[in-house]
Every structure is written in structure tokens, then in C-alpha cells.
């Protein structure tokens, strides 16, 4: 998996526990390789696993959709992520790619 990151201006200081999380959970989506982007600036983040094969972990799209996620091992990133974010004020959710593209996970810090 590889990394890549372009994020304009400055961000909140909690920005780099999340969007570290955010990496993680993306990478799980890749489960053949692939790379990750996260991009963005103060206003929002974008987070996109790119690859052959991607599929975000199903806890996370549960989680997201206000479903229950059964707890155990690959359910640990989406919560910790989740919870991380709700507790600072964030937002989070999946966006449908561009066409043809997978879908992308944004990420809102608190206005203001």
C-alpha cells in the first residue's frame, strides 16, 4: 500500500490521530494493494483508497449508515475512527467516486 498526502492550509490539531485512522481503515479496504490519498484543507478531507479490488471494511459503512457493527477485530479502526471524529466534532461519511470510481470517505472538521 502507498500513501499519499495533499492537504491545503492548516488543520486542527486532532487532524493527525483521525486521518492516521482514516489511512488505516482505507487500507483495509485494498485487500489487493492499491494506494491511499487523503486530500484536502480545513473546510473538509477526503480519504481514497484506490486499487484493483476496493471494499470499505463493512463495519465502517454499518457505523456510517447508523447500523450496529458487531464487535471483534475488523470492527476495532471503524470504531476507534468513528468515535475519534464525533468526539472532536467531526463528520464522516462515503461519497460515490467519480464515475468509475470507488467510493470516497470525507471527513469535516467542526466549522468555526
Not at 479490488?53 to 447508523?66: E, H, I, K, S, T
Not at 477485530?73 to 464525533?86: G, I, K, S
Amino acid at each position: 500500500m502507498a500513501l499519499a498526502l495533499q492537504c491545503e492550509g492548516p488543520l486542527p490539531a486532532e487532524a493527525g490521530q483521525i486521518l492516521l485512522l482514516a489511512a488505516m481503515v482505507a487500507g483495509e479496504a485494498l485487500a489487493k494493494g492499491g494506494t491511499v490519498e487523503i486530500a484536502g484543507g480545513p473546510g473538509e478531507v477526503a480519504v481514497l483508497a484506490d486499487g484493483p479490488v476496493v471494499r470499505w471494511p463493512p463495519a465502517l459503512v454499518a457505523l456510517l449508515a447508523g447500523e450496529s457493527a458487531e464487535p471483534g477485530a475488523r470492527t476495532v479502526l471503524p470504531r476507534l475512527l468513528l468515535r475519534l471524529a464525533a468526539g472532536h466534532g467531526w463528520a464522516a461519511e462515503l461519497l460515490a467516486g467519480p464515475q468509475g470510481a470507488p467510493p470516497l470517505l470525507l471527513l469535516r472538521p467542526p466549522a468555526g
